[in-house]
């Protein structure tokens, strides 16, 4: 049976926290599937988990890049059944770690329930050990989960107008 590991937070981290583990993982000879919700644009990880043999990405189709708060209502309904429909993905990949990037993001903005999604942790941990990252703690999450880290911002470039780096911040 895998344990359950949250990081979430306003903090910078929470997806560097989950990959490092995936890279630790994956240097340990572990099968590892790396599942991101609601991120569509290019970004170093993607790039370098794919050349691990080891190591899938599963991102949902999009027609946009833009962010949920950007997108008109059927952009953003498209947007939600895409994300419900990669948890489903998520759950029948084979792996020892699944990496459930932005999962908690997903959940509160409407893609599935927290039901849903603890359902789909519980099913996965019995094969696997499960990492969740997002901005919120969800309750029914806290409680199963094994490790729980919270970020928490104090400092942030972006809060001066520095805008996000390739190779830093994705």
């Not at 939600?80 to 997903?106: I, K, Y």
Request: with cysteine.
């Amino acid at each position: 049976m895998g344990l359950v590991h949250i990081y979430f937070g306003d903090g910078k981290g929470k997806t560097t926290a989950a990959l490092g583990l995936a890279l630790r993982a994956l240097g340990d000879g572990m099968r590892v599937c790396v599942c991101q919700f609601l991120k569509f644009a290019p970004s170093g990880e993607v790039d370098a988990f794919a050349r691990f043999e080891n190591a899938s990405v599963l991102r949902a189709e999009s027609t946009t890049d833009k962010f949920l708060w950007q997108m008109d209502a059927k952009e953003r309904a498209d947007c939600l059944a895409g994300q419900r429909a990669l948890l489903q993905r998520a759950v029948a990949q084979p792996a020892g770690l699944l990496v459930l990037d932005e999962a908690l993001s997903a959940c509160q903005a409407g893609a599935f329930c927290e039901a849903e999604l603890a359902a789909a942790v519980e099913a996965l941990r019995k094969r696997a050990e499960v990492v969740l990252t997002g901005h919120a703690a969800l309750e029914a999450l806290l409680s199963r989960a094994d490790y729980i880290t919270h970020m928490q911002k104090l400092r942030h470039p972006y809060d001066v107008g520095v805008s996000a780096r390739r190779g830093i911040e994705y």
